[in-house]
């Protein structure tokens, strides 16, 4: 699909600074994100699981009698939490942000990148209300 050179800002001793671009190609539209409320521990997805406090399965204090909520979105023939995607932009685990502008000159960030894929990652970006996701993969 279509090739975006995108920005990179780190985090550093000085704050954000502009340290290059990266190319990344968009291989899908933007695919709506979808919500169970009654998943089991047989859901592949069930260490993104989370209670109604955000605790996940294997954590203390999980508690599972108030419901349980799982964000996810399939791509690709694949299922995704929306959980398993690490965010971009955390100046202790991920200091590094894309961005990029359209033909409209509007604004786009990528929000996080697959924690599960260590050699072909994917990052996603989401709308403004966390309903619709595109993908992205490094070039």
């Not at 994100?33 to 204090?61: A, C, F, H, I």
């Not at 202790?92 to 000159?105: A, G, I, L, S």
Request: net charge negative; with cysteine; hydrophobic share 30%.
């Amino acid at each position: 699909m279509k090739e975006i050179t995108m920005r990179e800002m780190r985090c550093g001793a000085h704050g954000w600074e502009e340290t290059g671009t990266k190319k990344f190609r968009l291989v899908s539209r933007w695919i709506k994100v979808r919500w169970n409320y009654n998943p089991t521990k047989r859901n592949s997805l069930w260490d993104y699981v989370m209670d109604e406090d955000g605790n996940r399965s294997y954590q203390d204090g999980f508690n599972p009698e108030n419901g349980l909520f799982l964000d996810y979105f399939k791509w690709n023939g694949r299922t995704y939490a929306v959980e398993q995607f690490l965010a971009y932009g955390n100046p202790f685990w991920n200091p590094v942000t894309y961005d990029f502008k359209d033909e409209n000159r509007y604004p786009h960030w990528l929000s996080g990148y697959d924690e599960t894929n260590y050699y072909h990652p994917i990052s996603v970006e989401f709308d403004e209300y966390m309903e619709r996701v595109r993908v992205f993969e490094e070039v």
